[in-house]
């Protein structure tokens, strides 16, 4: 739920505190009840916080080492790229060009 309001950019502030409590005790008691992609979702989740709500969203931010837990997560998930991505992966190593790069902050792949 709380990436959703990630994606929405949404910022419910006793929502989003009540969440904080719900998650981390989750995360705490069980981290393995949780899968891989809602890891991943709880970090996407923890970038908005972080990234786009400033000092605000400071306040929700899981403890160091469920937001690493989760940043580890997403990192692990594997990408699936299409034929055209392979293809074009393809034709920039012909040239020596690295095609992906990943970010080391958010955890995040991206093409290039």
Known sequence: ???AYATADYCHQALLAQCLRTVSASLAQDPSGWS???????HQWQ???????????????????QRQLCRDAMVA?????????????????SV?????????????????
């Open 1 to 3: 739920m709380v990436w």
């Open 36 to 42: 891989s992609e809602h890891h991943s979702q709880l």
């Open 47 to 65: 970038l908005w916080l972080s990234l786009e709500r400033g000092e605000d969203g400071q306040q929700y931010l899981l403890p160091d080492s």
């Open 77 to 93: 998930n594997l990408a699936r790229p299409s034929g055209l991505q392979r293809s074009v992966a393809a034709a920039l190593t």
């Open 96 to 112: 020596q060009f690295e095609e992906e790069y990943l970010e080391p902050c958010t955890g995040y792949s991206l093409d290039l």
